[in-house]
């Protein structure tokens, strides 16, 4: 889901400066490709996983979404990225590129509603888990604070060169 954020502003961006569009347009087609991609698997493995524990139904719909707006993105600003990459900057190009940028900023925005949607729409939330519990777990052991190892009086401990005479045990 952070490559289709990337994406999204790299496609902002060549909508802005037409000289990177030939240049940069592979490589952001690429990203979008990849963050399409792991939106689509996140939403699977999410509903894999909530048939076993239950629906977390805001962040189900949340994601859902996110990943409607990510295949439009694919399939709208991918056939901008390339057609952008042949030949010279004409106007149409610029205004698909602006339409494109705006249906990148609905991802983004689509991205930051799922994101908070997890945040508060989790198993443990649904289950009524306070979020004291959620933090930590009291029957775990503690860790000890960290102690340095003593000074060694300025001399560092090193290991003996591989040169150096063997020292008797």
Same mark, same amino acid.
């Given at each position: 889901? #952070? ?5 999204? +502003?790299? &496609?902002?961006?060549? %909508? ?23 939106? /689509? ?30 295949? +439009?993105?694919?399939? #709208?600003?991918?056939?901008? &990225?390339?057609? /952008? ?10 205004? #698909?590129?602006? %339409? /494109? +940028?705006? #249906?990148? %900023?609905?991802? /983004? ?16 939330? !649904? ?5 004291? !519990? !959620? ?11 960290? @102690?340095?190892?003593? @000074? ?11 040169? %150096?005479?063997?020292?008797? @045990?």
């Amino acid at each position: 889901v #952070v490559l289709l954020t990337l994406a999204a +502003a790299g &496609l902002i961006i060549l %909508a802005a400066i037409r000289s990177w569009r030939p240049r940069f347009a592979m490589a952001v087609l690429a990203i979008l490709a990849f963050g399409t991609a792991g939106a /689509v698997l996140a939403m699977v493995s999410g509903n894999a996983f909530a048939e076993h524990v239950g629906r977390p139904n805001a962040h189900a719909s949340a994601g859902t979404n996110l990943v409607i707006g990510a295949v +439009a993105l694919l399939l #709208v600003g991918g056939a901008w &990225l390339i057609w /952008v990459r042949s030949g010279e900057s004409t106007r149409a190009k610029d205004v #698909v590129g602006w %339409a /494109v +940028a705006v #249906v990148s %900023a609905v991802v /983004v925005a689509l991205t930051v509603i799922a994101a908070r949607q997890s945040a508060t729409g989790s198993i443990m939330d !649904q289950l009524g888990v306070p979020a004291q !519990q !959620q933090d930590s777990d009291s029957s775990l052991p503690t860790l000890p604070s960290y @102690a340095p190892p003593p @000074a060694t009086g300025g001399d560092p401990l090193t290991p003996p060169a591989p040169d %150096a005479p063997a020292q008797p @045990a």
